[in-house]
Each structure stands twice: as structure tokens, then as C-alpha cells.
């Protein structure tokens, strides 16, 4: 019941009828500042940026080498071992290899529900080929979520058999993602990444509140 | 009061005036008892303004179905947990009630129905009529109004805030 | 048929017993008090129809007063229920029969 | 059909004129209700967009902006939302007080539209005591409030209805003295009547009658504000602290009664001080008696030109009261009941009496009168210019180290759309 009441007499207001017309005058005044405050933030410039449209340069190309994105699988360094599908903790990793007439062993499944998918990287840390390994990208919202499960197999593909230093290059960060997940967006256009690589001041992207 | 709409309005504001005094008297439940008397004062307030009784229609709102209603309302909220959706609202005595009621409303309608059916004033404004009247012939009246509502407040004032002169005499169930 | 003084009149009387009833039933002392309104606006509504369908304003002067006066008594009421309450937890107004605690 | 039913309705019920008079008489009840309830429509969803932009820009963001142009069909994307959403009801709600209370919650607010006057001769009825009803049924919107709060049978809807009750039974009291200032400085309840009793210039308007107006007009704006639980006085639905009040529960489309009525409060607010304090829809230079005596298009000019001078005035008001929700953080409910009653009752009771001594000594168009309109223009100009300067500081102040942070200039007026 009983409330913590404000001074009636606080230090420069004193109490009485003069204090009541200090308090009034008070509020008034703080009102009429705050009021313009606020009106003085209609005449700058929102801090915030429209996001995708109006980012000078795309997210997933400001994002670091370690960052987990959704996996991608480069299918040329695939040896079919199996160790991403037995380590992932909630099995969002399916595989199934075929033994053909021709004794090749071939992939014939290699799908990854990136809607259960939590991005632990486990995965990623047992692929010894570094076939299995995140992407930069992270924008894959889709109308329909059987849309999210990943088909990296097109058709039947022998498993890797390279000999170490043999292997070729992984292919660019991304690349293989946006041939298997439609409506990713266009590959990064090589001005872009010249700009980002002219923004070397550190104080750009810091000091946002 | 002749004419379509009044008379149509006027059955629909009877009803719910009814309705609602209906819903008062025989509702168990304290809240809805509580909502049917503001449906009922609401409906009055309509009966009133069809009388082209502005100034009572308007006071009817606001003194009784703004502040008396929702005093009632604050009160039985106040007097009962929510534990209970509704809370009971035991009647007693219905047969005594019924008597009572039929004892009274026999004779009223007998009467009612023995009136003659009148004839309607022209419809002039009242309000000015109604405040020259205030501060004139019925300026004594008024001014007692008012020192009865001061005396009703204060003493509305002082009864409110009992407990809480002497801490010591407090129920040990609000001392938590 | 137009609606005349005999039809206020039955709204009136319907309203009159309906709270009597509610008056003579209720243990809730709340309750109680919602019959003497109602009981109240029967009374009111004579007023402002006699005044309507009779001569002058009279009534609905009164009228107002009576409304003004039906606040006062309102709020008295309500305090002395809640300081019911708070004495005996309860606003049943048959056990409210000791005159000190 | 509907014949068949009129004429059961007229024979039962005895009804005087001729038959089938009654489907004529309800068809105009029901056009004039839609008419509000589409004013209201388009009234209050559009508000809900603007009142978002404008908390996007006082907060240094952008905004609803995807839907239509500039966002401005966001509310139809809300509404639909809302629409399509499922009509819950908790297992354990009083079901019948929780099923109405939406409805008597926004049939209590579009009762105020009876006495608004939009334009010289766009209002629904002008009843004598205009004002007053006003008043009173803007007091009714607290029970279905309540209705909502106990029908819930929630610990935060019941606090939250609990509180809205309070806080109006104690707002309305400034509220109604402040505007007795300007029945006694006008002399009359009729909401036409304060109108045409000021004059389309500033200085004819109530506000800048004497400086006493001048001051019950901030006591009544605050008091309509607490009314119509508008921030800085939203306790009854304070997020923070009571999830949202008393409609914690409801969703769907019962949800949306109470948002309807919620903006749609706005126009009441900002119309009631319109129509008290600044000379409602009075065109300047132009008397009322010239609109009353044209005909035919000239009326009709006439009229859509006096909605246009009220609703711009109103649209003013509805601005500054967005402002002051986005700039005000809430009160605390001790002080929300200190506010009223030790500072906004006796501000209104002294006003009222100053006013009434005002008026009856001072004869309009004296030199005194005069004299006093000045001091109150002058404090209105005053008041503006020292607003204006503030905020100017205020930008001056953090342009320099927006500038060394940003390399950029933070200027971005609000015509400049993002």
C-alpha cells in the first residue's frame, strides 16, 4: 500500500506553494526539452541501413574464413568415408554410396537438412579432405521447409581417390551452395570485393552504437 | 413520443434497461451482476435522452454509468479474489423476494396502466432552462447539494483511510 | 401507438420491484446496494417523465439532484462496505451484525 | 425478406407511420454508422504507419516501409494478419464478458463521433449539451476496459483494468474542469457553439484568448492523453510491466477492436482540443455566416474546405501527441495519481476560476482583451521559437561528432525519404 513518495522538498526546490510551481515549472521545461530532442533526431540521418538493398557491400563477403554458414560439400574431394554423417549429433547429414559392376564405388545420396542443421561444425572438424566445410552464406529462408534439404548429388559420382598434395583446389566459398540452394543471389562481382578490400579503416564499422 | 425510430428505440432501450435489472436481481455472479446494472443505467441514459431530457440523460452517464458503475465494478473487484471467475453471489430468502416483488409490482403496474397517456411538452433545449432554474429559484437546494457532497466525501475520505492511522490495530492478514 | 406516460411508468415499476427484490435476496452487501440504485433510477425516471409529459422542469431539476445526491450516497456506502471488508473479510451483510470487532 | 421482417417488427410492436417505415429509418442508422466506423478505418490504420515512422525516426531507424509505397499499406498487412489469426479464448475467461468487451470497448469510443463536427455542417447531431456527452461517454470506454481486464481472469488484465479504472475516474475530473473553462469563456455546451464563438485567425481562437486558456489547454491535452491511456500514461497496458494489460489474452480480431479504438483515440483527442481550443473548423477570414447562407457547390466547397482546416489542425495535434509518446518514458503509477491530483486538479480549478473572473470582467474587444491576446500570442510564439531553437542545439550539438565518426553530415530532413 504505502509508496515510495518523492521528496516534497528536494535540494533547489523548496517545499510549499513554491516548490509546487518550481515542480510545475520543471516538468514544463524538461518536457519542452526532451520534446526537442526528439525533433531534432527527425533531421538526421537513421543509423540504421535497409537491409539487403542499400549494404554497400553483401554481408556473407564481410563475414571471416572461420565463420559456420551453411555446409556445402565439394563432391571432387568427397572419399565417402562417412565420418560427417556418423559424427553429426542429429544426423542431418544422409549419405548412401553404391558399389557399381564396375567395382567403383559411387555417391548416389549426399543430403544435408540444413533446416535441423545447428551449425556445430563437427562435421567440418572430421572431414579429413576438407570436402565437407561451411560456406559464408546464411540467407536460405524458403516458402517450404522440405525446400531446406540439400541434394548435392546430381547423379551417381565415383568417390575421390587422390593421392595427398594431388587433390585440386576447393572450389570458391559458396560457389557449390548456390548451384544446389536456387535463388541465392549472384556471385560476388569482382568490383565489390575491391572496395571491401579498400576499407582497411578500422573505425568504419566500429564506434555504431 | 411519436414517430418510427423513437418509438422503436425506446422498446430497444426498455429491454435492455429490463435486461439488465433482470440480470441484477437474479445473476449469481457478482461481476455480471455488477455489468448488468451499468447495462441497465446505460438504457435509463438512452430512456432519457429520447425524453429530450438532455441534461439528465447526460448526468445519468456520467455520474451514474461512469462513476457509480464503475465504482460498483472497482468494489466488487476489490471485495472478492479473482480466484473465482464470477464469484458467488448467493440469494436468500427467494420466496420472501418474490412476494416482495410481486407485492410491489402489481400494484405500480395497476397504476401505470391507469395513467393517461399525457401529453408531451414542446421539445425546447433544457439545459439553460434546467441551469437558470439551478441558480435561481433552487439556488438554496443547490448550494446544500453541495456542501452534502463535500460532507459525503470527506467522510467517504476519512472512512477509506482507516486502518491506517494506527498501524498496531491492522489485521494480521495485511501485515504481509 | 405512441409511446406514452403509462409505458415509462411500467419501465419504472419493473425496475422498482426488480431492485426491491434484489435488496430483499442479496446477502452481498454490495449486491445489496446495486438494488438500491436501481431502486433509485425507478424513482428518477418518474421524475424526468412527469416533467416531460407534465408542466415545466421541476422534475428534471430534481432529477439532477437526485442523481448528485445518489453519487454521495454511493461512495459512502462503498466505504463503509470496504471498511467491512477489511474488518471481517467478508461483505456478507448478515454476518456484518457486531458493533465492534 | 427484410420487408417481411420490418413489417412483423411494425405490427408486433404497434408501431405508428405507414408500413415498412422502419427499413427507410434503420437503413440511414446503419449508413451513418458505417460511414464512422469507415472514417475510423482509414483513419487509424494509416495512424498506426505514421506513428511508426515517426518512432523509427526519433529512434534513429527507418521504419515500416516494405508494404506499398513508403509502408503506407503496412496496416492493411497488420489488419489481414490479424484477421487470419485464431480467436483464442482462454479454457478459463469468464467467456460471455470476454466475448463482449471488445465491443463495447470500440462501440464507447465511436460514440464520441456523434457530437465531433468535422466541418461547418459535417456533424452527426449537435446536441445542446455536446461537450458534456463527450465527456461521458469517453468515460464509458473504463467498463469495457474493466469487462476485458476481469473477463480474462488474468492477474495482469485484471491489473491492468484495475489501474485504466482508477486513472480515468481521476483524469476526468481535470479534464472536464479545464474544458469548463472554455463552456464559461464560450457560454455555451454545444460543440458547433465553441466553434463559431472563435474565429478562423489564431488570435480569435480560444488558446490565444488570455494566458490563462493558454495554460488549461496543456492541462486538458495531458488530461485527454491519461484518458485515453496514451503514453506517458499507458499503465493500464505498461508492457514492461503488465505484458499488455488488459488484453494480455485477446488475439485474432478481438485484438484489433481494442488497436482500432486505441488509434482511433487519437482523433478524439486531438479533435476535442481542436474544437475547445483552436477554433475547430473556422476558416480564417471567412465567417460562418457566409458558409451558412451559400447553396449548391459553394456549400459543398465550403464544407470540404472547413474538414480540411479542421482535420489539418487535428492532424497537428495528433502529431505532437505521437511525439510526445515516443518522447516521454511512462510514470509510475504513484505518479501517475500525484500528476493528477496534486498538480493537473488544482492547475484546473484555478484556471477555471481565473477564466470565469476573466470573462466576467473583461468585455471582448476591450483594450484589455486585446492586451491579453497579445500576451498569449506572444507566449504561443515564444513557446514555438524557444522549441525550435532547442532542437536546433540539439543537432548543432552532435553534428560535429556524428561527422568525425561517420564522415558524413548527419542531415536528413523528413521529406528525405529513406
Known amino acids: 500500500m504505502v509508496s515510495a513518495l518523492p521528496p516534497a522538498v528536494t535540494p533547489g526546490n523548496p517545499g510549499g506553494v513554491r516548490g509546487w510551481v518550481g515542480h510545475i515549472v520543471r516538468t514544463a521545461s524538461s518536457i519542452l526539452e526532451g520534446l526537442a530532442v526528439t525533433l531534432s533526431w527527425a533531421f538526421r540521418r537513421p543509423y540504421t541501413i535497409q537491409y539487403p538493398d542499400k549494404v554497400e557491400v553483401p554481408v556473407p563477403e564481410t563475414l571471416p574464413e572461420a565463420y559456420r554458414g551453411i555446409l556445402e560439400v565439394d563432391l571432387r574431394l568427397c572419399t565417402g568415408c562417412l565420418q560427417c554423417e556418423k559424427t553429426c549429433p542429429i544426423q542431418c547429414i544422409s549419405i548412401s554410396i553404391e558399389k557399381g559392376e564396375d567395382a567403383v564405388r559411387r555417391l548416389t545420396r549426399f543430403d544435408i537438412d540444413i533446416s535441423r542443421c545447428m551449425y556445430c561444425g563437427l562435421c567440418s572438424e572430421s572431414c579429413a579432405f576438407d570436402a565437407l566445410a561451411h560456406s559464408n552464406q546464411f540467407e536460405a529462408a524458403r516458402q517450404d521447409i522440405s525446400e531446406l534439404t540439400l541434394h548435392f548429388v546430381r547423379e551417381p559420382v565415383p568417390v575421390a581417390r587422390h593421392k595427398a598434395g594431388e587433390a585440386p583446389p576447393r572450389r570458391p566459398r559458396g560457389e557449390i551452395l548456390r548451384e544446389v540452394l536456387p535463388g541465392l543471389g549472384p556471385v560476388m562481382s569482382p568490383p565489390a570485393r575491391d572496395r571491401r578490400a579498400g576499407q582497411g579503416d578500422p573505425s568504419s564499422g566500429e564506434g555504431k552504437p | ?176 | 401507438m405512441s409511446v406514452g406516460l403509462p409505458h415509462l411508468m411500467f419501465l419504472s415499476a419493473v425496475l422498482l420491484a426488480l431492485g426491491l427484490y434484489t435488496m430483499v435476496t442479496r446477502r452481498n452487501a454490495v449486491a445489496i446496494l446495486m438494488g438500491v440504485e436501481l431502486v433509485l433510477n425507478a424513482g428518477l425516471l418518474n421524475l424526468v417523465a412527469f416533467s416531460r409529459f407534465g408542466r415545466g422542469i421541476d422534475g428534471q431539476v430534481f432529477g439532477v439532484f437526485g442523481v448528485v445526491l445518489a453519487a454521495a450516497e454511493a461512495v459512502v456506502a462503498l466505504a463503509i462496505v470496504l471498511q467491512v471488508f477489511r474488518a471481517m473479510r467478508s461483505v456478507d451483510a448478515s454476518r456484518a451484525d457486531r458493533m465492534k470487532e | 425478406m427484410l420487408r417481411l421482417i420490418a413489417q412483423r417488427l411494425q405490427s408486433w410492436l404497434n408501431l405508428p407511420g405507414e408500413t415498412g417505415a422502419v427499413l427507410p429509418a434503420l437503413a440511414v442508422m446503419l449508413g451513418a454508422a458505417l460511414l464512422a466506423f469507415v472514417f475510423i478505418a482509414f483513419f487509424a490504420g494509416p495512424v498506426t504507419w505514421w506513428e511508426r515512422r515517426v518512432a523509427g525516426r526519433v529512434m534513429s531507424r527507418i521504419g515500416p516501409n516494405r508494404v506499398g509505397p513508403q509502408g503506407v499499406l503496412q496496416w492493411l498487412a497488420d489488419g489481414l494478419k490479424s484477421f487470419l489469426k485464431e480467436d483464442i479464448v482462454p479454457a478459463a475467461a469468464d467467456r460471455p464478458l470476454f466475448l463482449f468487451a471488445p465491443y463495447l470497448f470500440f462501440g464507447g469510443y465511436m460514440a464520441t463521433f456523434v457530437v465531433l463536427p468535422f466541418g461547418a455542417h459535417l456533424v452527426a447531431t449537435d446536441l445542446s449539451v455536446g461537450l458534456l456527452y463527450l465527456i461521458a461517454i469517453s468515460g464509458l470506454v473504463v467498463v469495457g476496459i474493466l469487462m476485458a481486464g476481469w473477463g480474462s481472469n488474468n492477474k495482469w488484465a485484471l491489473f491492468g483494468g484495475i489501474r485504466s479504472a482508477a486513472q480515468l475516474v481521476s483524469y476526468e475530473i481535470p479534464s472536464a474542469f479545464s474544458l469548463l473553462a472554455v463552456v464559461l469563456a464560450t457560454g455555451t455546451l454545444s460543440m458547433q457553439g465553441i466553434v463559431r464563438a472563435q474565429g478562423g485567425w489564431p488570435w480569435e481562437w480560444l488558446l490565444f484568448r488570455n494566458p490563462l486558456l493558454f495554460g488549461m489547454f496543456f492541462v486538458s491535452f495531458a488530461a485527454s492523453l491519461a484518458e485515453n491511456n496514451r503514453t506517458p500514461f499507458d499503465l493500464p497496458e505498461g508492457e514492461s510491466e503488465l505484458v499488455a494489460g488488459y488484453h494480455v489474452e485477446y488475439s485474432g480480431m478481438r485484438f484489433l477492436w481494442f488497436m482500432f479504438a486505441e488509434w482511433g483515440n487519437l482523433w478524439v483527442i486531438a479533435s476535442l482540443a481542436t474544437v475547445g481550443f483552436l477554433g475547430g473548423w473556422q476558416i480564417p477570414g471567412v465567417r460562418p455566416e457566409v458558409i451558412d447562407q451559400s447553396t449548391g457547390w459553394a456549400f459543398a466547397g465550403w464544407q470540404a474546405l472547413s474538414f480540411l482546416v479542421f482535420a489539418g489542425k487535428a492532424s497537428m495535434l495528433v502529431l505532437f501527441a505521437i511525439q510526445i509518446r515516443w518522447t516521454l518514458p511512462r510514470l509510475r503509477v504513484d505518479q501517475m495519481m500525484i500528476v493528477c491530483w496534486k498538480y493537473l486538479v488544482p492547475l484546473a480549478l484555478l484556471g477555471s476560476a481565473g477564466v470565469l473572473v476573466l470573462v466576467a470582467l473583461v468585455p471582448e474587444g476591450s483594450p484589455v482583451d486585446w492586451f491579453l491576446r497579445a500576451v498569449s500570442l506572444g507566449l504561443g510564439l515564444w513557446l514555438i521559437i524557444a522549441y525550435v531553437r532547442k532542437a536546433r542545439a540539439a543537432y548543432l550539438a552532435d553534428r560535429e561528432p556524428y561527422r568525425r565518426l561517420e564522415g558524413k553530415d548527419p542531415w536528413y530532413p523528413p521529406y528525405r525519404l529513406p
Open chain 2, 1 to 176: 413520443m411519436t414517430g418510427t425510430v423513437p418509438t422503436l428505440a425506446f422498446w430497444g432501450l426498455a429491454l435492455l434497461t429490463i435486461a439488465g435489472a433482470a440480470g441484477v436481481a437474479l445473476s449469481g455472479h457478482m461481476v455480471r451482476s455488477a455489468f448488468s446494472l451499468f447495462a441497465a443505467l446505460f438504457g435509463m441514459a438512452g430512456i432519457y435522452a429520447l425524453l429530450q431530457a438532455d441534461l439528465m440523460a447526460v448526468v445519468q452517464l456520467l455520474v451514474y454509468v461512469g462513476g457509480i458503475s464503475v465504482l460498483v465494478l472497482f468494489a466488487v473487484m476489490l471485495t472478492s479474489g479473482i480466484g473465482r471467475v464470477g464469484t458467488d453471489n448467493p440469494s436468500h430468502r427467494p420466496i420472501g423476494g418474490l412476494l416482495v416483488l410481486l407485492a410491489v409490482l402489481i400494484p405500480a403496474l395497476g397504476l401505470a396502466f391507469r395513467m393517461p397517456l399525457g401529453i408531451e411538452s414542446p421539445a425546447d433545449p433544457t439545459v439553460a432552462p434546467i441551469g437558470d432554474a439551478l441558480l435561481g429559484r433552487f439556488v438554496l437546494p443547490f448550494e446544500v447539494v453541495s456542501v452534502l457532497l463535500l460532507a459525503a466525501l470527506v467522510g467517504a475520505v476519512n472512512l477509506a483511510r482507516g486502518w491506517r492511522r494506527d498501524p498496531e490495530e491492522r489485521p494480521s492478514e495485511e501485515g504481509r
